[in-house]
Nanobody, 127 residues
Framework: QVQVEESGGGWVQAGGSLRLSCTAS????????LGWFRQAPGKERELVAT????????WYSDSVKGRFTISRDDAKNTVYLQMNSLKPEDTAVYYC????????????????????WGKGTLVTVSS
């Protein structure tokens, strides 16, 4: 069982920045694919960004491309989501997720999600 926990959410004005952090347990963290999803009120869950093991592959949704950056620090069992130029439409609960079996591609994760999830952290962007 992999424990996943997010932190770093909060309130920010439009145009501001936030960095989300997520730790996942396990001695094989470096082999995990990791992702950030979000769910806004009344909307379906959306895949925001993914990173493969060794950071060979990163993927971003069109809605955040150029503004968000996903990165990982395997020594700290941590994945980050740096969010810049935030917009009110970025307001959502952000969830970190882990796939211990390695990267399966953004299409797969959009359809099926990942195996382990955190409880989410709320990001509120005011206009």
């Amino acid at each position: 069982q992999v424990q996943v926990e997010e932190s770093g959410g909060g309130w920010v004005q439009a145009g501001g920045s936030l960095r989300l952090s997520c730790t996942a347990s396990g001695s094989t963290f470096s082999y995990y694919a990791l992702g950030w999803f979000r769910q806004a009120p009344g909307k379906e869950r959306e895949l925001v960004a993914t990173v493969s093991e060794r950071e060979d592959n990163t993927w971003y949704s069109d809605s955040v491309k150029g503004r968000f950056t996903i990165s990982r620090d395997d020594a700290k069992n941590t994945v980050y989501l740096q969010m810049n130029s935030l917009k009110p439409e970025d307001t959502a609960v952000y969830y970190c997720a882990a796939d211990p079996n390695g990267y399966s591609g953004s299409y797969y994760y959009k359809q099926h999600g990942m195996d382990y999830w955190g409880k989410g952290t709320l990001v509120t962007v005011s206009s």
